[in-house]
């Protein structure tokens, strides 16, 4: 009667054996040889270990840590979890329908707010198109204040401090502000030219006012790739293009992150409200929270479980650190990357994961 249990043992042992001897051929591989490798294999039934090499070294996880931002903001927020922006106005109304007082945009962080990517979201034109009809409902025929995008709730730092200068302008290092706008990025369209002359610069969709792009960038062997960087931080609207494009005679596009996504917000509105004669005097963001105020129409985004498939499916780095600041701010009424951290590690250790030998800088 032993010999079944005898047989599983063996062969659970060759399993384990397999597993070690795969491992130990990774790490002895020669790429490896001027690198570090730290590796754990666990079986999620059994609670065994697999395999191991150098299991207890601390190493950067890159975008496997999303796996933990998300994972926490299901278990905290909750899969149906929805991200509301507000448009709302202070002031009164009069009786010739002109507001004497500011239309405000309110944003509690929804990183798919006019995304042209996320099926689930609405499309850039549908969601200004129902902040235009929520003016129209109220009454408004003109605004004697401003447009004003309210940033309040994840404050001006929209960055982590030890993100590298070379990636701030490129799409993948987009800020993360509570007004993000088309995923905090722009496509930015290429000529491609021979490779004596620089590629041509044809514009960006959707067109930034303001942004100055100074190409500094070169025509690099026919198939070479993208080598192109975007220099320039939140907020700095003067963008440097650096590096390469290959030489060819198509076009080529790149993306590159928003300098400041709540302003271009609230100039979209003011651009779609001006379009039936509605006019404002400008468009401006805020960090200091607009008290008062009458709400117009609520714009909900998809739910929770969406983005998160999305964030861990395509490794979209803007998802993550909205959810992560979302986290401080429904915990703590902070959303700082910092008192996301702090939720995101006391949830975890609390449920026995220890953080010995890590350090989160983000999402």
Not at 205 to 222: A, H, K
């Amino acid at each position: 009667m032993l010999w079944p249990l005898l047989l599983f043992c063996c062969s659970s042992l060759l399993a384990q054996n397999a597993f070690q001897r795969a491992a130990d051929q990774l790490a002895g591989h020669p790429s490896l040889r001027h690198g570090a490798i730290s590796l754990c294999v666990i079986d999620i039934e059994s609670g065994r270990t697999l395999a191991s090499v150098n299991e207890r070294m601390s190493l950067r996880p890159a975008s496997n840590l999303k796996l933990l931002t998300t994972g926490t903001a299901l278990a905290l927020l909750g899969p149906d979890y929805r991200f509301e922006t507000r448009l709302s106005h202070t002031g009164s109304i009069s009786d010739q329908g002109r507001l004497l007082g500011n239309l405000v945009l309110y944003g509690t962080g929804d990183p798919t707010l006019g995304s042209p990517y996320l099926p689930e979201a609405g499309k850039p034109e549908a969601v200004l198109s129902n902040f235009r009809l929520a003016v129209q409902r109220a009454g408004i025929r003109a605004i004697d204040g401003q447009i004003i995008a309210d940033a309040s709730r994840f404050g001006s730092r929209a960055i982590c401090r030890s993100w590298q200068w070379e990636d701030l302008g490129n799409y993948y290092a987009a800020g993360t502000w509570s007004l993000n706008w088309h995923e905090n990025l722009y496509l930015l369209h290429f000529q491609q030219q021979p490779q004596s002359r620089p590629p041509k610069v044809l514009g960006t969709v959707p067109y930034i006012p303001g942004m100055e792009l100074i190409n500094e960038l070169q025509s690099g062997p026919p198939g070479s790739g993208d080598q192109a960087y975007i220099y320039g931080g939140p907020y700095q609207m003067q963008r440097y293009l650096r590096g390469s494009l290959p030489a060819g005679n198509g076009r080529f596009t790149i993306k590159g992150a928003i300098p400041d996504p709540p302003l271009f917000l609230a100039q979209a509105l003011r651009q779609e409200l001006e379009a039936i004669a509605i006019p404002s005097r400008s468009a401006h963001t805020t960090f200091t929270a607009v008290k008062g105020g009458r709400l117009l129409y609520a714009y909900r985004s998809p739910e929770l479980r969406s983005i998160v498939e999305r964030c861990n499916q395509e490794s979209i780095n803007l998802y993550a650190e909205a959810m992560l600041r979302a986290i401080g701010w429904e915990k703590e009424q902070s959303g700082s990357i910092a008192s996301g951290l702090a939720v995101l590690q006391s949830y975890w250790e609390g449920r026995g994961l220890s953080f010995e030998g890590i350090h989160l800088e983000d999402g």
